[in-house]
């Protein structure tokens, strides 16, 4: 019996951050390397069916992603993860998620997990498609943004509630295997203490090439993504300002703008 | 030969051999119990985890004596009980040890080497100083009924803040009965002495050694001429004395007897408590071994030698309790409960033959003898119970031990667990970048030096809340500029400096302090500097005595005594007076943890400044309510807060102008319960760096921050 949960390592901003050489994203060295907050709880969700259940069951988390994301593996080693899969191939940089949902999708075919979990989304590309379209390449069934989940390891099929608009419930069973993309606040996530991230160091993390899931470099990064992102910029800021000085001086200031706006007007 | 020659105690005169047997069979079947008691109490604390204690033992035995005999630690916070307990000590040691030369000339050196000093002048004296000491043993024993019985002191009240009424551990009545039978069972061993000598001298008033020399027994003898007075004569003195030696014997072997099982093993345990003291229990926090792969004290079992017999040795005496910030506001936490908790819980399990399973050695949860986590959360780990303690039980090291394992489990507030997360992402508490830490110092006119790219004089380690907090940045320009005015080289690391782990130690996540106090060892390493200042007592703590052990030993000053020199070497000169009527914090990680209790006394009396102490001062100052991670975790709402608690002894003070304080956290800790308790506008809060600056105004413009 097996859990597979994918979790992604994301880029939170430092500040004042730079945009890279291309234009096309943030110079890395202003980012802050995380586990993605919605796999804090996807992963949580699994080891808490695993802490319940009779059977063994076996909690595999898989990251696409290059070295750097094996501080956010551990993290989910000591947290009660069994195994940790990196799939990482130079050839992936500049995937979309289809692209890396076709990742995911052959590495759940070789592990034969009974239920894939993955976050509603990512806090850095908000793309929320990952693990949907992951499902579709699988041909199984999905559920997105499940916000409580009854689930006995072995059955056919779960219950589950997705949260909507106006305060509503909708309570869905599901058959297994199936993808699940999970809400926060689904549980509550445990500490990693530093001592069990240390302990989980000597845990292997296995290292899976493309060629490990029998996908080619044609099927991932730009080649085998249908979009690709064109420039990241900051937009213009809006017209406010903020006019700084006490009452006299903001008053006078005030007065000035008012003037120039007349003056352009006549 | 004396006149006296002829006189000597008089022992088992008139009794039979067989009662005397008796008496041996007894005797020896008390000291066997008591062995026997000793032997498990023994075993008891060898049950717990190794320790390897520092410093060579006769130290340690000198050290013990001297606070035994000089009875510092029990005068303290309480002189009346201190002069009581030295009575009855004093009065029960000569006793014990006068009874213990009557059996060694008796049973040893008589038999023996037919060695006999126990007669003429020797016993006279001995006799007189014995009836002194009954005196001062009764004396102190009718003070501590009075005391006990109508003083009604609340720290005497058994009642625990973290149980509820009805619950079956809620106020131990049974303590409560043990301490009266104690007091009640010497009082009758006393009393009955001297009844019993009074009988003996009537008794046996013809005989001139015995009656010319009674006054030598001053007690005895009025008792005496009372007695004859009374009619009674030698026949039924001589009864009377029979009937005594046996009441007065069988209940001094029956105390003997006890001593292991009952609170007069404090004999005992309060000595080798104080023996094996810690000097820096709560200074620095223990290390974990590398390997160890369980963390923390979740049995029993987890606690060392030492801190069971700590749990022993608690008299119950009730000054942690009182000097506890958590107890006084309402906390469910009393030190004192944690401790006899736990003594509960390892006399329960660890008395037996067996050690039971590990299952229930569990000492974490709500049943009796165990400590709830609500319980471990309020600790501040301020220190205050630990430095009170006249036993030396050191409770915050046990807290912090079982908090440990609190983290290992995630069992703590979720903000306290985001705020642990935050730290280890970003190196501080506020969750800024990295980057932003020396970004305080672009508010100055004048660069601040990078410790990492030259070297200075003196390293300042900034900390948090001197680096993030917008109130304590305006403080830290203001020392910055006052060091540049005084001429000293100094620098800061910049983003090379993280938190220096001192509370997230305290919190108990002791793998993410090793990476704090690695990284931060790593960049003191790296810079080239003479000696380090900080403003913040925490800080100062952990660098002081903790990074020791992780390889980083360096010479470090609270900013106190570094502005101190500079005013001693005229770096420094007052242009303003300041005329405030103030009082001082005293910071408990400055105080009590290092003792700087004169600095900041000595600077604000430079200042011209007119100190009202608090009644909590110096080594009894109230903590914040900020320290042992509680600044990362929301007081219960509607509860009175430690803070609050303070500014309301502050505001107690007629005329009071500025509350001093000497700590970033203080500072945002009083500046909150001021406007809370509504004495915002009756006095204000300022950092001791504020109150300088005022009293030198910068003397160049240049030096003003903006």
Partial sequence: MKILVAVKQVAALDEDFQIRGDGRDVDADFLIRDLNEWDDFSLEEAVKIKEAAAEPVQVVVVCVGSEEADESL????????????????????????????????????????????????????????TGIAAAALLGWPHAAVVSSLTYAPGAKSAVLRRELEGGLLQEVEIQ?????????GINTPRYASLRSIKQAAAKPIEVWSLADVALGAGDVGEAGSLSRVRRMYIPQKGRAQLIDGDAAQQ???????????????A | MSRFDAVTRILFEAFGAAEVRLFYVLGYTAIGIFFYGAYVQIRKYRRGAALELEGGLWGRVGGMLAQVLNHRTIDRRDRAAGNAHRLIFYGFMLLFAGTATITLEYDILEPLFGIRFWHGEFYLVFSLVLDVAGVALIAGLVFMMYRRGWMRLPKLDYARPDRSPGDPDFNRPQYRREDWAFLWGLLIIAGTGYVLEAARLVWLQGRAEVWDTRWWSPVGALLAEGMRALGLGAGAAGLLRHGLWWFHGVIALVLIALIPYTKVKHIFTAAASLMVRDPQAAQRLPRVADGQVEVGAAKITDFNWKQLLNLDACTKCGRCHEACPARAVGAPLSPRDVILSLREFAHATLESGAVPAAAELDVHGKGPGQVAMETLWSCRTCMACVEICPVAVEHVPIIVQMRRKLVEDGAMDPLLTKTLQTIHKTGNSFGESKRKRGA??????????????????????????????????????????????????????YDGESNAGNDVRRVGEEGLYEVLAAANVNALSSASFKSVVTTDPHSFNTIRNEYPDFGGKYEIQHYTTLVRQLFAEKRLRVTHPLKYRVTFHDPCHLGRFNKGYDAPRELLALLGCELVEMGRCKANSFCCGAGGGRIWIPDPVGAEKPAQNRMKEAAAIPGLEVYVVSCPKDLTMFEDALKTTGNEGKFV????????????PARLAAEVPA
């Fill in chain 1, 74 to 129: 551990r993290k989910c080693l000591a947290k009660g993860a069994d195994r940790a899969i990196r799939v990482w191939d130079a050839a992936v940089e500049g995937s979309d998620s289809i692209a890396i949902a076709r990742i995911l999708a052959a590495v759940a075919k070789r592990e034969a997990p009974q239920m894939l979990f993955a976050g509603v989304q990512s806090s850095d590309q908000s793309f929320a498609s």
């Fill in chain 1, 176 to 184: 297994c295997p199936a993808v699940l993309t999970i809400q926060l």
């Fill in chain 1, 251 to 265: 008053a006078a200031r005030l007065a000035e703008i008012i003037r120039e706006f007349k003056g352009a007007a």
């Fill in chain 2, 440 to 493: 305080w110092s672009k508010g100055l006119p004048f660069p601040v030096k990078d410790a990492r790219k030259e070297p200075v004089d003196v390293l300042w380690f900034v900390g948090d809340y001197a680096s993030f907090d917008p109130r304590n940045q305006k403080v830290s320009q203001l020392f910055a500029s006052l060091l540049r005015e005084a001429g000293v080289d100094f620098g800061i690391l």
């Fill in chain 2, 685 to 696: 809060v300022k950092e001791l760096i504020e109150l300088i600056r005022e009293a030198i």
